[in-house]
C-alpha cells in the first residue's frame, strides 16, 4: 500500500542553525505534499505544501523541495528559533483522493 | 462556534464500553475525516468523507465506525472499545473543488484511554 517514511525521527540543533527533515513516498501518482507542525498538546497545522508540478516553495525561513524521480522531498527550516521546537509532518497524497498518507513525524528541537 | 470542534477533550473508558466521539465543523467544508495518533506513528487515517452521505475507510479502520447525516458533524463510534484504542483522535476537515487540493484543518483533539 501507500507508504511515506519520514526521517530522522529526531533532530536537535542549535538555535541560528539550520534544519531539514526527509521524507520518501511509495505511491508515484502522488502529486500533493502538505507538512503539518504541532507543538506540544496542540493541533497539527500546515505550514507549507508543494505540488508536483514545482520543484522548490519557499516561505521566509521555510523552504521544501521535491525530486519526483527519486520519490522524496524535504523541508528546510533556516535561521532556526525556539519557536521552531515541535513535532513536524510530512504527508502525501495524490488526485482523486484528497486522502493525506502521513510520515512518522520528527521532533525538532531548537537548542538555545 | 468558529473553525472545527470535538468532543470530550478526554476521556477514560472501561474496555467493552462504547464510546461516540464528536466532531463539528461550522467551515461548510465537504470532506471531514478521522485520524488516530500513536507515538512513532504518526497520523493515521481512520475513516473519511467526501461528502454527506459518503463515508469510506482508511488505513486503520477496524474497530470504528462513521456516519456522515450532514454537513457539519462526523462522530466517530466505538463500539466495544479495546485497550488497543487508547490514542490521541483528530478530526480534520477540508473544502474539496474539483482536483485541487485544500488545507485539512484539524480539531483539537480527544485523548481517550482504554483501560
Known amino acids: 500500500g501507500e507508504n511515506v517514511e519520514q526521517h530522522p525521527s529526531t533532530l536537535s540543533v542549535q538555535e541560528g542553525d539550520s534544519a531539514v527533515i526527509k521524507c520518501t513516498y511509495s505511491?508515484?501518482?502522488?502529486?500533493?505534499f502538505p507538512w503539518y507542525k504541532q507543538e506540544l498538546g496542540k493541533r497539527p497545522q500546515l505550514i507549507i505544501d508543494?505540488?508536483?508540478?514545482?520543484g522548490e516553495k519557499k516561505d521566509q525561513r521555510i523552504a521544501v523541495t521535491l525530486n519526483k524521480t527519486a520519490k522524496h522531498f524535504s523541508l528546510h527550516i533556516t535561521e532556526t528559533q525556539p519557536e521552531d521546537s515541535a513535532v513536524y509532518f510530512c504527508?502525501?497524497?495524490?488526485?482523486?483522493?484528497?486522502?493525506?498518507?502521513f510520515g512518522t513525524g520528527t521532533r525538532l528541537k531548537v537548542l538555545a | 462556534i468558529a473553525g472545527i470542534t470535538q468532543a470530550p477533550t478526554s476521556q477514560i473508558l472501561a474496555a467493552g464500553r462504547r464510546m461516540t466521539l464528536r466532531c463539528t465543523q461550522d467551515?461548510?467544508?465537504?470532506?471531514m475525516y478521522w485520524y488516530r495518533q500513536d507515538l512513532g506513528l504518526g497520523l493515521r487515517l481512520i475513516h473519511y468523507?467526501?461528502?454527506?452521505?459518503?463515508?469510506g475507510k482508511g488505513e486503520v479502520p477496524d474497530g470504528y465506525s462513521v456516519s456522515r447525516a450532514n454537513t457539519d458533524d462526523f462522530p466517530l463510534t466505538l463500539a466495544s472499545a479495546v485497550p488497543s484504542q487508547t490514542s490521541v483522535y483528530f478530526c480534520?476537515?477540508?473544502?474539496?473543488?474539483?482536483?485541487?487540493?485544500?488545507?485539512?484543518?484539524f480539531g483539537p483533539g480527544t485523548r481517550l484511554t482504554v483501560l
Open positions: 504527508a502525501a497524497s495524490k488526485e482523486g483522493t484528497y486522502k493525506y498518507i
Open positions: 480534520a476537515s477540508s473544502r474539496l473543488a474539483g482536483d485541487s487540493y485544500n488545507e485539512q484543518f
Open positions: 508543494i505540488r508536483s508540478n514545482v
Open positions: 505511491d508515484s501518482a502522488s502529486n500533493y
Open positions: 468523507s467526501n461528502t454527506a452521505g459518503t463515508t
Open positions: 467551515m461548510r467544508h465537504n470532506a
